[in-house]
């Protein structure tokens, strides 16, 4: 992937800008979920949630085993987010 970067002060409203011009491997763990989670809600952006995961789990190693209803207690995350994680997670595995 060719990497660009404007600036070291570069910033993006939603870190798939960042993987877009700086690839992958540029992105915290926090961004790579805000990702998958896509969209927050009002007064919580998806990079908001992605952290208050982690608080809740450590880890995405520590989110891997789970079960969804876990997720439901994080505001902001609904089903269709958490299939999204889920579904990434299988992804993962089967790799």
């Known amino acids: ?31 790579l979920l ?3 989670i896509s969209s927050g809600i009002k007064g919580k952006p998806a990079e908001e949630i ?4 982690f608080v809740n789990f450590g880890s995405f190693k520590g989110m891997a085993n789970q079960p969804l209803h876990k997720f439901l207690e994080i505001k902001g995350l609904g089903n269709v987010k958490i299939i999204r994680i889920a579904a990434a997670f299988e992804i993962a595995r089967r790799l």
Not at 8 to 22: D, F, I, S, V, Y
Not at 50 to 53: C, D, L, Q, S
């Open 50 to 53: 992605a952290e208050e995961i």
């Open 1 to 31: 992937m060719r990497k660009k970067i404007d600036s070291p002060q570069q910033t993006w409203r939603h870190p798939g800008g960042k993987l877009r011009e700086c690839g992958p491997e540029s992105l915290t763990d926090t961004e």
């Open 34 to 36: 805000a990702i998958l």
